[in-house]
């Protein structure tokens, strides 16, 4: 079965750029959506955005203006950088893979999500 | 953009029945499929109902979703509840605007 493993720096400090890597494994990354989500302490989920295998991406618009997500087929990999980061951007980040998409005038969306990977505790503090 | 609103906490008591409900501001609830996660203290999220009514191998049947059109909203209804349904349960949804909403989140406690 498919796993996500999360991982990069726990700590970036006020205005740099936060990266991370989610690893695939048990299957490909080619044919599917894949997701980052975060999760602030105490907090609910926020939709990052996703990248389709091919390099197609969708961002919330909340965060468009600061985040790229890139895929690296090679490794099985897909990647996050936000940048400009403050205290707000302070969270558990998680991986996942939406099960199913729904396809509807040129334009798909993702199902529910699973698997997700563990996720990863990102600080942004000085 | 539309949000989905759901109850901040719920409670109740073992064997009990409780339902968590997740309201749509715009938009039609019918319109676009539901799922819904539990997460516990110190985990990922895990998927309990997704496209609105269908649950995944594995979770109990006491675990239900419903969609009603006339109050906008969907629905997690857990029977027979147990200690370990304590968790946060969240719903989520879309729209051609808006691939991916989550709902803010219920705290369900089993006193």
């Known amino acids: 079965q498919v796993q996500l493993q999360e991982s990069g720096p726990g700590l970036v400090k006020p205005s740099e750029t936060l990266s991370l890597t989610c690893t695939v494994s048990g299957g490909s990354i080619s044919s599917y959506y894949w997701s980052w989500i975060r999760q602030p302490p105490g907090k609910g989920l926020e939709w990052i955005g996703y990248?389709?295998?091919?390099?197609?991406?969708n961002y919330n618009p909340s965060l468009k203006s600061r985040v790229t997500i890139s895929v690296d087929t090679s490794k099985n990999q897909f990647s996050l950088k936000l940048s400009s980061v403050t205290a707000a951007d302070t969270a558990v980040y998680y991986c996942?893979?939406?099960?199913?998409?729904?396809?509807?005038?040129?334009?798909?969306?993702?199902?529910?999500?699973?698997?997700w990977g563990q996720g990863t505790l990102v600080t942004v503090s000085s | 953009n539309f949000m989905l609103t759901q109850p901040h906490s719920v409670s109740e008591s073992p064997g009990k029945t409780v339902t968590i409900s997740c309201t749509r501001s715009s938009g039609s609830i019918a319109s676009n499929y539901v799922q819904w996660y539990q997460q516990r203290p110190g985990s990922a999220p895990t998927t309990v109902i997704y496209e609105d009514n269908q649950r995944p191998s594995g979770v109990p049947d006491r675990f239900s979703g419903s969609i009603d059109s006339s109050s906008n909203s969907a629905s997690l209804t857990i029977s027979g509840l147990k200690t370990e349904d304590e968790a946060d349960y969240y719903c989520q949804s879309y729209d051609s605007s808006n691939p991916v909403v989550f709902g803010g989140g219920t705290k369900l406690t089993v006193l």
């Open positions: 996942a893979r939406p099960a199913a998409t729904y396809c509807s005038g040129g334009s798909c969306y993702p199902g529910w999500f699973d698997p």
């Open positions: 990248i389709y295998y091919s390099g197609s991406t």
